[in-house]
């Protein structure tokens, strides 16, 4: 079975932290890069940040450098998105997705999850 599944979305105050998790079916997952986006309310779908498949190049947006870091365990198929000092700014829907090759384009990425929804308050 193909598929995506984001867990470990929630409401969390101003500078917290969360921890997202991307479970992926080993036809998705092997070889592929992975990458974490997100939509907020009005807003296009924006990249977050993208791993390759032996986790050797990582990019991430200017909004989360510093502060999100994105890794892989690939014997557990797993895509995991470590998001620290949390900002209002960063409320969206965050979507794991899987592609040929890395890029920050949403139309790069082949495969999507349903996606998880992170709230932060103020």
Do not use: H
Request: proline share 2%; aromatic share 8%.
């Amino acid at each position: 079975q193909v598929q995506l599944v984001e867990s470990g979305g929630g409401l969390v105050q101003a500078g917290g932290s969360l921890r997202l998790s991307c479970k992926a079916s080993r036809l998705i997952i092997t070889r592929a890069t992975m990458a974490w986006f997100r939509q907020a309310p009005g807003k296009e779908r924006e990249f977050v940040a993208s791993i390759n498949w032996r986790g050797t190049n990582i990019a991430s947006s200017d909004s989360v450098k510093g502060r999100f870091t994105i890794s892989r365990d690939n014997a557990k198929s797993t895509v995991t998105l470590q998001m620290n000092s949390l900002k209002p700014g960063d409320t969206a829907v965050y979507y794991c997705s899987a592609g040929p090759s890395l890029a920050s384009s949403d139309r790069a990425y082949e495969y999507w999850g349903q996606g998880t929804q992170v709230t932060v308050s103020s």
